[in-house]
Nanobody, 130 residues
Framework: VQLQASGGGLVQPGGSLRLSCAASGLAFDDYALGWFRQAPGKERETPEGVSCMSKSGRSSYYEDSVKGRFRMSRDNEKNTAYLEMKDLKSEDTAVYYC?????????????????????WGQGTQVTVSS
């Protein structure tokens, strides 16, 4: 299983970026997805949940600090998830990871809890700075 995150970069405050997460080696539409991040200096901490989405894409959740600015989506035909980020702030600077888990056996349909995720991508750096 491979989750390949891309689309990060350097952007000025107020700018926008779109992250992509291309998945392979799994039945993509059987998996719920999440985006997480680790800010500088917090590499030893549990990744912070940003957004998550059910396998159908019909249900989603956003962490309070990104509501109204970030939008998660998925294209099950392309095996790809996206995180569109706008009005970026310096505090959004982090390595962003996508992750996947299979919502079966009593698990929730989607979750912001990183401990439930089965597979993780390698991360893409987002730096918001003038």
């Amino acid at each position: 299983v491979q989750l390949q995150a891309s689309g990060g970069g350097l952007v000025q405050p107020g700018g926008s970026l779109r992250l992509s997460c291309a998945a392979s080696g799994l039945a993509f539409d059987d998996y719920a997805l999440g985006w997480f991040r680790q800010a500088p200096g917090k590499e030893r901490e549990t990744p912070e949940g940003v957004s998550c989405m059910s396998k159908s894409g019909r249900s989603s959740y956003y962490e309070d600090s990104v509501k109204g600015r970030f939008r998660m989506s998925r294209d099950n035909e392309k095996n790809t998830a996206y995180l569109e980020m706008k009005d970026l702030k310096s505090e959004d600077t982090a390595v962003y990871y996508c992750a996947a888990f299979e919502p079966k056996g009593g698990r929730s349909a989607y979750s912001i809890d990183p401990s439930i995720y089965d597979y993780w991508g390698q991360g893409t750096q987002v730096t918001v700075s003038s």
